[in-house]
């Protein structure tokens, strides 16, 4: 297990640290509660890495729980997926996963409990009407007709509730609180709905589901959890939770901290919207590597570390910080695979060259290192023969200043190779350049040509080895920071149409045997990630996890030599 993001200072460590030197808390029990209706995004791995890391950092335990209260919505797929990201990111839960529809009946009873003693009623309002007395931010709420039932009628109609005999909508329990309450949250919020729906877990047992805030607080106090970790948008429900917990014979009193949720720029973290992308088919599944989805970033290419590294990077507070600038995640997965991913070459829109003073079937092979500073990585073989592949964008008939690749009558050296000079361009019939014809400089291999600077280097393939690939160049899929800022406007509307690019590549021949999610660096073009499921015998697939350039690390350096 790791624990950058806890062990970084934040607020919630020192607290917990104080509460620990101070006697209050012995063991520190945090859980992770997500519900189960869709594909776990960047703003989960944050708070599964803090809530696992804090309790890895002072020795105690967390707890994955589904928060599985709504079954009209969720399924056991959600559920697995769910589970093999928090197991892919790195940690383990203790004990087995647990359910919130594993506290069911006990949540029930404590139900019975708060009607007992004049604290829960049964409601025929309809859920308009119920928004309607409930008031405004400004105006007190108004108290049920159906407020003042007895405790008898009460449990009977609860009873009634559970057996079905209602349909969806007509009756609903609320907590008996305060109708005037400033916050909106207390005035008699709603305990159980009846859903007559099949449950993942429970089956038919149920006719009645809680409200999530009527499960949470609850079930945290049902297993020992001593830190309830949440977004800021819980702060207001902080109350409610705490009411719960002062009225209800619960073994033990949890305590609810938030912090701030991530936002990050040209990204969707809503599971709403994320699902309507999926839906719709605008995105290939809920891993799409265009997602922001945990999933979708491991298909892309992402490591578990720089997942990590970027959590950590952006910390944890109680201020909303605005927008994550979404360079900082590209620096983390940039730093990672620059010190850890292979090295091969791979032309994405092949060029032919023939090289006319290399004889037919002449053949060398280089011994090249897997990574400039890693012995570990061994050495791959790049066969050298007088056909080979280079890049459209490395060559250019007529060509500006500083133009150093490959030009008629200009010079360039094959990485790892000779230097070459282009003698003549072969068109077809309409003007297109398919074709170069090269001569070598037998006497440049490893070392300078006499007389003269060569300044530019071109990656490059065997055209006889070259091994056919698909490369999907993926970029952000959205072309505005926030898609979703004009609540009125359809965030769809800022698609971005590029999002996607395909080409029909050549990879050297190390390539071949890539496994799926093995990663890359292909030289002067970016990190690439073998597609998990798309590589096959039949069928090679890289996606672009990310460029070679590091604008991030730009902007630090820039404000470090400020500061200097």
Same mark, same amino acid.
């Given at each position: 297990?790791?624990?950058?993001?806890?062990?970084?200072? +934040?607020?919630?460590?020192?607290?917990?640290?104080?509460?620990?030197?101070?006697?209050?808390?012995?063991?520190?029990?945090?859980?992770?509660?997500?519900?189960?209706?869709?594909?776990?995004?960047i703003g989960h791995a944050k708070s599964i890495c803090l809530n696992f890391g804090l309790a890895d950092m002072f020795g105690g335990d967390?707890?994955?729980?589904?928060?599985?209260?709504?079954?009209? =919505?969720?399924?056991?797929a959600y559920i697995d997926a769910i589970k093999e990201d928090v197991s892919w990111?790195?940690?383990?839960?203790?004990?087995?996963?647990?359910?919130?529809?594993?506290?069911?009946?006990?949540?029930?009873?404590?139900?019975?409990?708060?009607?007992?003693?004049?604290k829960a009623y049964v409601d025929d309002l309809s859920p308009d009407e119920i928004r309607e007395y409930r008031g405004t931010l400004t105006e007190p709420g108004r108290p049920s007709p159906y407020r003042d039932r007895s405790v008898e009628e009460n449990l009977d109609l609860l009873a009634r509730m559970r057996a079905g005999e209602f349909g969806e909508g007509e009756k609903v329990l609320r907590a008996r609180i305060d109708m005037a309450s400033p916050n909106i949250n207390l005035r008699d919020p709603i305990l159980y709905r009846i859903r007559h729906a099949s449950h993942h877990q429970t089956g038919e047992a149920w006719k009645i589901y809680p409200s999530y805030d009527f499960a949470h607080g609850q079930s945290d106090a049902v297993e020992g959890v001593t830190h309830s970790l949440c977004t800021l948008e819980f702060e207001d429900h902080r109350p409610l939770y705490e009411w719960f917990l002062d009225n209800l014979p619960v073994p033990c009193r949890p305590r609810q901290i938030e912090f701030a949720r991530l936002n990050m720029n040209y990204t969707l973290t809503s599971k709403r919207k994320? =699902?309507?992308?999926?839906?719709?088919?605008?995105? &290939? #599944?809920?891993?799409?590597p265009r997602m922001p989805t945990i999933s979708g970033m491991r298909r892309r290419g992402y490591t578990p570390a720089s997942i990590r590294k970027f959590c950590e990077m952006i910390g944890v507070t109680r201020a909303d910080g605005g927008l994550v600038d979404i360079a900082m995640l590209y620096h983390a997965i940039r730093s990672d695979l620059e010190d850890n991913a292979p090295r091969a070459m791979c032309v994405l829109n092949p060029l032919k060259v023939v090289l006319t003073n290399v004889a037919e079937g002449h053949e060398e092979v280089y011994e090249v290192p897997g990574h400039p500073a890693r012995e570990d990585k061994g050495l791959r073989r790049v066969p050298f023969t007088r056909e080979l592949y280079i890049d459209q964008e490395d060559f250019m008939e007529e060509p500006p200043k500083k133009f150093f690749r490959l030009a008629p009558g200009q010079e360039v050296r094959l990485r790892n190779s000779y230097v070459i000079r282009c003698d003549e361009a072969i068109k077809d019939d309409t003007g297109e350049v398919v074709e170069l014809r090269c001569s070598?400089?037998?006497?440049?291999l490893g070392k300078n040509p006499e007389g003269r600077k060569v300044k530019g280097v071109i990656h490059w393939v065997s055209a006889t080895h070259a091994v056919p690939m698909e490369v999907r160049l993926y970029d952000n899929l959205?072309?505005?920071?926030?898609? &979703?800022?004009?609540?009125?406007?359809?965030?769809?509307?800022?698609?971005?149409?590029?999002?996607?690019?395909?080409?029909?590549?050549?990879?050297?021949?190390?390539?071949?045997?890539?496994?799926?999610?093995?990663?890359?660096?292909?030289?002067?073009?970016?990190?690439?990630?073998?597609?998990?499921?798309?590589?096959? &015998? &039949?069928?090679?697939?890289? +996606?672009?996890?990310? #460029?070679?350039?590091?604008?991030?690390?730009?902007?630090?350096? %820039?404000?470090?030599? %400020? =500061?200097?």
């Open positions: 297990m790791t624990t950058e993001t806890a062990s970084a200072p +934040n607020f919630i460590r020192n607290q917990i640290y104080d509460e620990i030197e101070t006697g209050r808390v012995d063991k520190v029990v945090t859980r992770f509660p997500p519900e189960p209706n869709g594909f776990l995004h967390c707890h994955l729980r589904f928060d599985d209260t709504n079954p009209t =919505k969720e399924e056991q990111l790195g940690f383990e839960w203790a004990g087995e996963v647990r359910y919130a529809s594993d506290y069911f009946d006990q949540l029930y009873a404590w139900a019975q409990h708060l009607i007992r003693e004049g994320l =699902k309507l992308l999926v839906d719709e088919g605008i995105v &290939d #599944g809920w891993d799409d070598v400089d037998f006497d440049t959205f072309l505005v920071e926030q898609p &979703d800022k004009d609540k009125d406007a359809d965030f769809l509307e800022h698609l971005n149409p590029e999002s996607l690019k395909v080409c029909q590549a050549m990879g050297e021949p190390s390539l071949a045997e890539a496994a799926p999610e093995s990663r890359f660096q292909f030289e002067r073009v970016g990190y690439f990630c073998a597609d998990r499921h798309s590589c096959r &015998d &039949d069928k090679l697939v890289f +996606n672009r996890t990310v #460029g070679l350039k590091d604008s991030w690390a730009r902007i630090q350096k %820039k404000d470090g030599q %400020k =500061k200097g």
